[in-house]
């Protein structure tokens, strides 16, 4: 007896494209970094051995059973503040590419959609966007508004949606001539449920991909700012701000301890995320060729 082939659903598909996840091992093993990145920033209070802020009467102390990753120049735990850095390196990636999402969907749907003089003035305002060198707008705007997380996440979301802009922008010209399309407009909805419910779910895989790279990004654009003394300042943590240590050669030579660890975090999340930003291109763009 042969079974009955059904027609691939939704649901079906979204299992398809999650075994091809799964297929991709540093894909995998890049999510279960993430995770851990996430919940050591989540329960940064528990996991720390120290206050991040504490001074200790042992300054530039190597690693010690007290200190696992030894002090800083200040006197604060080292590992301490490894840990809560992380939740500047986490709320910055992700509020960043939440903000510039946003833009670019709207806008890119705005200019796919409607064409005409819309199109032409949005895709003139995204070439002026694009043609900015980009880290030293960054730079400026974030030293006249003044250093902070949220003027972080603001300026760098407000920059990075050209890239969004275009792929919404395109993606809205291949689908809008669509049948479902035409057909839930001479039904008669209106232009928002057109755009939000029947167009936007078909295009939202270059744009999830694109958000997951914007991450790895928006990290090392943060990190760079406070290396630069120009982001998130002391004595809040960042990795950042503690690699800033780093420009000494005193530091650099005899005193690993203080910027090798927030190097290897920085360069362990911009990889992993990247794994699997690479792992969800893959999957996807094998589920479109189905």
Known sequence: M?????????????????????RHRLAVAGLVVVVLMVLMAALAPLLAPHDPNRIFDKFESSPSGEHLLGTDSVGRDVLS?????????????????????????????????????????????????????????????????????LTIIVVIGALAWPMIGRLVRGSVLSIKGSDYVQAAVALGYRTPRILFRHILPNALSPIVVNA????????????????????????????GNMLSEAQSITVLSSQPWIWIPPG???????????FVGDGLRDSMESRSET
């Open 2 to 22: 042969h079974k009955r082939l059904e027609p691939e659903t939704g649901q079906s598909s979204t299992r398809l494209m999650i075994r091809r996840f799964r």
């Open 81 to 149: 503040r490894l840990i809560y850095g992380a939740r500047v390196s986490m709320s910055v990636g992700v509020g960043a590419v939440v903000v510039y999402v946003v833009i670019g969907i709207l806008l890119g749907l705005l200019a796919g959609y409607y064409g005409g003089w819309v199109d032409q003035v949005i895709m003139r305002i995204t070439d002026v966007f694009m043609s900015f060198p980009y880290f030293m707008v960054i730079l400026i705007l974030v030293s006249v508004l003044g250093p902070s997380l």
């Open 212 to 239: 997951t790279f914007g991450v790895a990004q928006a990290i090392i654009l943060e990190s760079g700012l406070s290396f630069l003394g120009m982001g998130v300042r002391p004595p809040a943590a960042s990795w």
């Open 264 to 274: 290897l975090m920085i360069l362990l999340a911009v990889l992993a995320i990247n």
